[in-house]
């Protein structure tokens, strides 16, 4: 599935049918697309971001990979910055 337009479309469905599963997950806070490198080089992919207190046990609760659609783990920090006064 390299980086094609159809490689995105089939992607983004397989998102939005697991999307919901993913969230119910502890420790997971978000569900978002992105470029990931495999083996086979550059693929779409579904990234799924957890908190930074995240255990091991809680990272490892996500798939490798669903529908044949690899999958990577990041820690998501929020850094919140100043108004504007």
Do not use: C, F, N
Not at 26 to 32: E, I, K, T
Not at 57 to 72: A, F, G, L, Q, Y
């Amino acid at each position: 599935m390299a980086l094609s337009a159809a490689g995105l479309e089939r992607v983004r469905a397989v998102k939005a049918r697991t999307e919901d599963a993913l969230l119910a997950l502890s420790g997971v806070v978000a569900v978002d697309i992105d470029e990931l490198v495999v083996d086979a080089g550059p693929v779409w992919g579904i990234v799924v971001y957890v908190h930074p207190g995240a255990t091991p046990s809680m990272r490892d609760r996500v798939p490798v990979s669903i529908e044949d659609v690899p999958t990577e783990v990041r820690e998501l920090t929020v850094e919140l910055q100043g108004g504007m006064s």
